[in-house]
């Protein structure tokens, strides 16, 4: 595979995690592709979790009622997204497939 230049949107922690992941591992290109899926995906869980520390995780709306931080369901989404994408990846070959085996009917 030729150079792969990473994209300049990642933060620069989350660059050099996936510049140390492709050092360390052969990946094909689509899985290359899942890898900086799963770097901005992390992103948007720092993002998140930014937000809320700032903000605080509820707020009271106009009516006095107290509400979730829209930031919470982000990170909770990204973090299942991150977490299936990673498992995608299969980067340990000791593990065996953390799924639960499918339903036979």
């Known amino acids: 595979m030729g150079k792969l230049t990473l994209p ?16 360390d591992y052969e990946l094909e290109s689509h899985h290359t592709k899942i890898l900086i899926q799963a770097g901005e995906t992390w992103d948007r869980i720092i993002l998140a979790r930014e937000r809320i520390k700032k903000d605080g995780a509820y707020f009271i709306d106009r009516f006095g009622c107290p509400k979730s931080h829209p930031a919470l369901r982000d990170e909770r989404e990204n973090r299942i ?25």
């Open 8 to 23: 300049r949107h990642l933060r620069r922690e989350t660059r050099n995690w996936v510049k140390k992941i492709l050092a």
């Open 81 to 105: 997204i991150f977490s299936r994408l990673i498992r995608e990846l299969n980067l340990s070959e000791e593990a065996p497939d953390p799924r639960p085996p499918g339903l036979k009917y």
